[in-house]
Nanobody, 120 residues
Framework: QVQLVESGGGLVQAGDSLRLSCAAS????????MGWFRQAPGKEREFVAT???????DYADSMKGRFTISRDNAKNTVSLQMNSLKPEDTAVYYC??????????????WGQGTQVTVSS
């Protein structure tokens, strides 16, 4: 059974940093891109960042310069370092695995999500 398990969410203040981690199990993700999406209350799920198996990265424009995605292929993990957090970053963050893309439907595997709340 494939599982993506996120950790590291929480409540922080504006300007703080937070690091999300995701551990994948149940199969090898060799060749798969891994990434993060998020969904705020009342809003559609949106792309955050993705990283290919070889390490190529892509970020949503509003996250560039503040968020950094990385992965450890040997450990089947992906992380998202989030700096200079803003209240509008408040959302449930989902770890994903699939085809390198900004499109939700290209990711076949999804975690349960972890809540990030940024207070002003």
């Amino acid at each position: 059974q494939v599982q993506l398990v996120e950790s590291g969410g929480g409540l922080v203040q504006a300007g703080d940093s937070l690091r999300l981690s995701c551990a994948a199990s149940g199969r090898t993700f060799s060749g798969y891109a891994m990434g993060w999406f998020r969904q705020a209350p009342g809003k559609e799920r949106e792309f955050v960042a993705t990283i290919s198996w070889s390490g190529t990265t892509d970020y949503a424009d509003s996250m560039k310069g503040r968020f950094t995605i990385s992965r450890d292929n040997a450990k089947n993990t992906v992380s998202l370092q989030m700096n200079s957090l803003k209240p509008e970053d408040t959302a449930v963050y989902y770890c994903v695995a699939g085809v390198y893309s900004r499109i939700t439907a290209r990711y076949a595997y999804w975690g349960q999500g972890t809540q990030v709340t940024v207070s002003s």
